[in-house]
């Protein structure tokens, strides 16, 4: 096993003290107070809490870097630090309807050298506080569930792959776009998930429990470290394009060696159509 950093131990503490309270106000779901942030899309007491948290947490370890929030937005630090990148509480609809799949997503991210933005994902921790599943990657290190090194799936077939999704929602996506590349995977593939959190497909594809995953309309926030986990378990992550990108969240495509080009070519005919 390879040795925990210091920065992993610091993600996962803060992931772990947010998660513990996540699951204390997943057992009160029916007295959470609910206000609506967009259509289909709510906020939740709980997910602020966990941002508070994490926010908390993290600030007191590393106090002169930055941070890109889904709730709060993007707080800037020392520009020649590195950032956070945090979902507190991927799988909010999930989490109000008392569906106990979700996730704490958490990344760091390093600036650019010639100080123009952002560049590559270094660590990054996806924690499932219902099963306490903590998995975590660094860039050339590998990805871990725990102790245990991940690795893609092997499968080299599709019609043996099991792919995950995101399907649009009100306000969310384009359900046509959508429907093409679905008609085009569905008849070759063994299966189609839609969990609705989009860190943990990723995680799970890292682990090879999925052989790909696509999405679109996502936030950077939902893939930095699902996006490092896939590559650091030997898979591909691109855009529809075939581009690789630090974080891909826009358009998001990932598999292994074998499976990612396969699918890419089946996705790229769709939006031809």
């Not at 800037?76 to 950032?83: H, L, S």
């Not at 299966?191 to 594809?205: T, Y």
């Amino acid at each position: 096993m390879a040795a925990i950093s210091g920065l992993i131990r610091v993600i996962e503490k803060a992931a772990r003290k947010a998660g513990s309270r996540l699951r204390r106000d997943f057992g009160e779901i029916e007295h959470l107070q609910v206000s609506r942030k967009g259509p289909a899309d709510f906020v939740s007491k709980a997910d602020q809490a966990s941002e508070r948290t994490i926010w908390d947490e993290l600030r007191a370890a590393r106090p002169d870097w930055g941070f890109l929030f889904e709730e709060a937005g993007e707080i800037e630090g020392d520009p020649t630090k590195p950032r956070f990148i945090v979902d507190p509480l991927d799988g909010t609809t999930n989490f109000l309807h008392g569906i106990p799949h979700f996730a704490i997503s958490i990344a760091a991210q390093e600036p650019r050298l010639d100080g123009r933005g952002w560049g590559e994902v270094t660590a990054g921790l996806i924690y499932n506080p219902i099963t306490d599943e903590s998995y975590w990657a660094e860039k050339a290190r590998g990805a871990w569930l725990h102790d245990r090194r991940l690795r893609v799936s092997s499968r080299r077939h599709l019609d043996e792959s099991l792919i995950a999704t995101g399907i649009p929602f009100a306000g969310h996506g384009d359900p046509g776009q959508w429907t093409r590349i679905y008609h085009a995977l569905a008849p070759q593939v063994a299966g189609i998930r839609r969990f609705g959190a989009a860190s943990l497909d990723l995680a799970w594809v890292a682990s090879g429990r999925y052989e790909g995953f696509w999405e679109a309309d996502l936030k950077p926030w939902d893939t930095a470290a699902g996006c490092l986990l896939v590559r650091e378990a030997g898979g591909f992550v691109s855009d529809w394009k075939g581009r690789s990108q630090p974080i891909c969240d826009t358009e998001v495509l990932a598999g292994n060696d074998v499976l990612h080009s396969r699918l890419h070519k089946l996705l790229a005919t769709a939006l031809k159509d």
